[in-house]
């Protein structure tokens, strides 16, 4: 069994930190579980570019508000508490932080290693550890 406390992996090098949001990983790839579990906050007012090419994702609105937009039909959905996204089909997006930071619980898969960050597409690299892990 593998136990966690929030406030560690805040002052760990499992926290990453952006201009747009900050991703406290709570799971990782080298846990074996063959997704990984982050809790994220996206601050208020900022728009992020993101196209997980090599990964999918299952996002769950704990607080704050904000809206994500799919650039292929410019549909645009709110974001509030309670709210689920899955991005199923490595949808290209736009995630908007709206009046206030907006905390999220999101799983991946294949997990992440713990720093990875959005390249210039907006999407996480995918290397062989985490594909080993599933």
């Given at each position: 069994?593998?136990?966690?406390?929030?406030k560690?992996?805040e002052?760990s090098?499992?926290?990453?930190?952006?201009?747009n949001?900050?991703?406290?990983?709570l799971?990782?790839?080298?846990?074996?579980?063959?997704?990984?579990?982050?809790l994220?906050?996206?601050?208020a007012g900022t728009?992020?570019?993101?196209?997980?090419?090599?990964?999918?994702?299952?996002?769950?609105c704990?607080?704050?508000d904000?809206?994500?937009?799919?650039?292929?039909?410019?549909?645009?959905?709110?974001?509030?508490?309670?709210?689920?996204?899955?991005?199923?089909?490595n949808?290209?997006?736009?995630?908007?932080?709206?009046?206030?930071?907006?905390?999220?619980a999101?799983?991946?898969?294949p997990?992440?290693n713990?720093?990875?960050?959005?390249?210039k597409?907006?999407?996480?690299?995918?290397?062989?550890?985490?594909?080993e892990?599933?």
């Open positions: 069994m593998i136990v966690r406390q929030l560690d992996v002052n090098e499992r926290m990453v930190k952006t201009d949001w900050t991703s406290a990983r799971s990782l790839a080298d846990d074996g579980m063959g997704f990984s579990f982050h994220t906050t996206i601050f728009e992020t570019p993101i196209h997980y090419k090599n990964h999918l994702e299952t996002v769950f704990i607080s704050g904000g809206e994500i937009e799919t650039v292929a039909d410019g549909k645009v959905y709110k974001i509030e508490p309670g709210t689920v996204y899955i991005l199923d089909k949808d290209k997006h736009l995630l908007r932080g709206g009046s206030e930071d907006m905390k999220l999101c799983a991946f898969n997990p992440l713990g720093r990875e960050v959005h390249d597409d907006g999407a996480y690299a995918l290397d062989a550890a985490s594909l892990s599933q």
